[in-house]
């Protein structure tokens, strides 16, 4: 039995980029209510990563003055500063919180996308029968944790950065406007954009390396 010719592999069907895409943002809309949940989660966990560091840039541009009175005003409200420090810097505890509640938010990631491929099992199945191949399958859900990704992390960045500014308001007054270093501010927005969509690729990988393996008959048979 010969092998298939290398020309008709080269033939085969592939979807174009922008069709996979679509097909994605489909899905997303056809189980809104799941992936906004997924989405919640995401953005709760960036928000409070770029609430952190934004109000450091803050405190940071406080320093930055050498104003005695904005010194004192950053130690009483609760940042550990020695006489020759000229940065702050976010708290152990604070640290700590940021980490946990990013570590919390990829579990929810992985089992929210764990569900979604137990309900798509039909129609994982379809495609493969359909011919679609294992990346294929990879790529679809890997577009649409990018884009939740995204949009949560969009989001929960800005969300974040507006509090942390409003906190500083409330508690200095004018002060932080006038002495923000908004460089440092706009990375720290885009760091918690990139941890945010790292974070849900990184859920989104186990749970679409499942779908991908999966076998067109296991897929099929799986009762509704």
């Given at each position: ?11 085969q069907?592939?979807?174009p980029f ?5 097909i994605?943002?489909?899905s ?13 989660t ?12 934004v109000?450091t840039?803050?405190?940071?541009g406080?320093l ?5 009175e904005l010194r ?14 000229a940065?702050a810097?976010s ?8 980490i946990?509640s990013?570590l919390?938010?990829?579990v ?6 764990l569900?979604?491929?137990?309900e ?6 379809a ?14 859900f ?8 995204l ?11 507006l ?5 500083s308001?409330?508690?200095?007054g004018a002060?932080?406007?006038?002495a923000?270093?908004w ?19 990184a859920?989104v990988?186990?749970p679409?390396?499942?779908?991908a ?5 296991e ?5 509704e």
């Amino acid at each position: 039995m010969t092998s298939p010719p290398e020309d008709s592999v080269k033939r085969q069907v592939v979807l174009p980029f922008g069709t996979s895409l679509a097909i994605a943002y489909n899905s997303i809309r056809a189980r809104f209510f799941r992936s906004l949940i997924t989405t919640l989660t995401l953005v709760l966990a960036v928000s409070f990563l770029s609430f952190v560091n934004v109000a450091t840039d803050a405190a940071n541009g406080l320093l930055a003055t050498g104003d005695p009175e904005l010194r004192q005003a950053l130690i009483r409200s609760g940042y550990d500063l020695a006489p020759e420090d000229a940065r702050a810097g976010s708290s152990p505890k604070q640290r700590w919180i940021v980490i946990l509640s990013l570590l919390v938010c990829t579990v929810g990631i992985v089992n929210a996308q764990l569900m979604a491929v137990t309900e798509r099992f039909r129609e994982i199945g379809a495609m493969k029968c359909l011919g679609a191949l294992d990346r294929f399958v990879l790529r679809l859900f890997l577009l649409e944790a990018g884009m939740q990704g995204l949009v949560g992390a969009g989001a929960g960045a800005l969300i974040g950065a507006l509090f942390a500014l409003l906190n500083s308001a409330l508690q200095f007054g004018a002060a932080p406007f006038r002495a923000m270093p908004w460089g440092d501010a706009a990375q720290s927005i885009f760091f918690s954009l990139g941890i945010g969509c790292l974070l849900s690729l990184a859920g989104v990988l186990y749970p679409a390396i499942v779908a991908a393996r999966m076998q067109p008959v296991e897929a099929m048979r799986v009762e509704e």
